[in-house]
Nanobody
Protein backbone atom coordinates (compact mmCIF):
# COMPACT_ATOMS: atom_id res chain seq x y z
CA UNK A 1 0.00 0.00 0.00
CA UNK A 2 0.99 3.59 -0.68
CA UNK A 3 0.04 6.81 1.04
CA UNK A 4 0.30 10.08 -0.88
CA UNK A 5 0.15 13.64 0.46
CA UNK A 6 0.16 16.67 -1.83
CA UNK A 7 1.24 20.16 -0.83
CA UNK A 8 2.13 23.52 -2.34
CA UNK A 9 -1.19 24.64 -3.77
CA UNK A 10 -2.19 28.26 -3.23
CA UNK A 11 -3.75 31.29 -4.85
CA UNK A 12 -1.54 32.91 -7.50
CA UNK A 13 -1.79 35.34 -10.39
CA UNK A 14 -1.60 34.60 -14.09
CA UNK A 15 2.00 34.29 -15.22
CA UNK A 16 3.25 33.13 -11.81
CA UNK A 17 5.22 29.97 -11.10
CA UNK A 18 4.41 27.34 -8.51
CA UNK A 19 5.78 23.95 -7.49
CA UNK A 20 3.52 21.24 -6.17
CA UNK A 21 4.94 18.40 -4.10
CA UNK A 22 3.75 14.88 -3.40
CA UNK A 23 5.23 12.83 -0.56
CA UNK A 24 4.97 9.05 -0.85
CA UNK A 25 5.23 6.50 1.93
CA UNK A 26 4.38 2.88 2.66
CA UNK A 27 6.02 0.96 -0.20
CA UNK A 28 9.12 0.96 -2.39
CA UNK A 29 8.87 4.26 -4.23
CA UNK A 30 10.84 3.29 -7.34
CA UNK A 31 8.38 0.50 -8.15
CA UNK A 32 5.67 3.03 -8.90
CA UNK A 33 4.75 5.17 -11.83
CA UNK A 34 3.75 8.55 -10.43
CA UNK A 35 1.39 11.01 -12.03
CA UNK A 36 -0.47 14.28 -11.65
CA UNK A 37 -4.13 14.76 -12.50
CA UNK A 38 -6.31 17.82 -12.02
CA UNK A 39 -10.00 18.45 -11.62
CA UNK A 40 -11.85 21.73 -11.98
CA UNK A 41 -15.36 22.21 -10.55
CA UNK A 42 -17.94 20.48 -12.73
CA UNK A 43 -15.24 18.83 -14.85
CA UNK A 44 -13.86 15.32 -15.09
CA UNK A 45 -10.50 14.57 -13.57
CA UNK A 46 -7.91 14.97 -16.33
CA UNK A 47 -4.39 13.72 -16.85
CA UNK A 48 -1.49 16.16 -16.65
CA UNK A 49 1.74 14.14 -16.62
CA UNK A 50 3.31 10.86 -15.51
CA UNK A 51 6.83 9.69 -14.71
CA UNK A 52 8.29 6.21 -14.29
CA UNK A 53 10.68 5.09 -11.58
CA UNK A 54 13.53 5.49 -14.06
CA UNK A 55 12.51 8.99 -15.16
CA UNK A 56 10.61 8.37 -18.41
CA UNK A 57 7.91 11.03 -18.85
CA UNK A 58 4.57 11.45 -20.53
CA UNK A 59 2.51 14.60 -20.77
CA UNK A 60 -0.98 15.31 -22.04
CA UNK A 61 0.53 17.54 -24.75
CA UNK A 62 3.77 19.23 -25.77
CA UNK A 63 2.39 22.66 -24.95
CA UNK A 64 1.36 21.55 -21.48
CA UNK A 65 4.73 19.90 -20.91
CA UNK A 66 6.43 23.23 -21.64
CA UNK A 67 4.62 24.83 -18.70
CA UNK A 68 3.89 21.93 -16.35
CA UNK A 69 6.87 19.64 -15.78
CA UNK A 70 6.80 16.48 -13.69
CA UNK A 71 9.90 15.24 -11.88
CA UNK A 72 10.79 12.91 -9.03
CA UNK A 73 13.48 12.52 -6.41
CA UNK A 74 13.84 8.84 -5.57
CA UNK A 75 16.15 9.61 -2.65
CA UNK A 76 13.33 11.53 -0.95
CA UNK A 77 10.28 9.58 -2.17
CA UNK A 78 8.95 12.80 -3.68
CA UNK A 79 7.31 13.76 -6.94
CA UNK A 80 6.91 17.35 -8.11
CA UNK A 81 4.96 19.37 -10.62
CA UNK A 82 6.78 22.54 -11.61
CA UNK A 83 4.25 25.00 -12.98
CA UNK A 84 5.14 28.17 -14.85
CA UNK A 85 3.30 30.83 -16.85
CA UNK A 86 0.13 29.89 -15.03
CA UNK A 87 -3.17 30.52 -16.75
CA UNK A 88 -6.73 30.87 -15.49
CA UNK A 89 -7.53 27.46 -16.96
CA UNK A 90 -4.95 25.86 -14.66
CA UNK A 91 -7.28 26.47 -11.70
CA UNK A 92 -8.13 23.05 -10.26
CA UNK A 93 -7.54 20.60 -7.47
CA UNK A 94 -4.32 18.78 -8.32
CA UNK A 95 -4.00 15.12 -7.38
CA UNK A 96 -0.97 12.90 -7.08
CA UNK A 97 -1.48 9.26 -8.10
CA UNK A 98 0.59 6.06 -8.09
CA UNK A 99 0.45 2.65 -9.73
CA UNK A 100 2.82 -0.30 -10.04
CA UNK A 101 1.75 -1.57 -13.47
CA UNK A 102 4.78 -0.04 -15.18
CA UNK A 103 2.66 1.78 -17.76
CA UNK A 104 2.64 5.56 -18.12
CA UNK A 105 -1.13 5.63 -18.03
CA UNK A 106 -3.25 8.69 -18.72
CA UNK A 107 -6.54 7.40 -17.33
CA UNK A 108 -7.88 7.68 -13.80
CA UNK A 109 -8.70 3.96 -13.66
CA UNK A 110 -5.07 3.07 -14.35
CA UNK A 111 -3.93 4.37 -10.97
CA UNK A 112 -4.51 2.54 -7.73
CA UNK A 113 -3.46 5.10 -5.12
CA UNK A 114 -4.46 8.74 -4.79
CA UNK A 115 -3.72 11.69 -2.58
CA UNK A 116 -6.38 14.05 -1.25
CA UNK A 117 -5.47 16.88 -3.60
CA UNK A 118 -4.16 20.42 -3.29
CA UNK A 119 -5.99 23.49 -4.57
CA UNK A 120 -4.41 25.80 -7.13
CA UNK A 121 -6.31 28.99 -7.88
CA UNK A 122 -5.12 31.30 -10.65
CA UNK A 123 -6.59 34.78 -10.95
CA UNK A 124 -5.93 37.91 -12.99
Amino acid sequence: QVQLVESGGRSVQTGDSLRLSCASSGDTFTRYVMSWFRQAPGKEREFVAAISGGGARRSVSDSTADRLTISRDNTKNMVYLQMRSLKLEDTAVYYCAADNSGDLGNRVDEYRYWGQGTQVTVSS
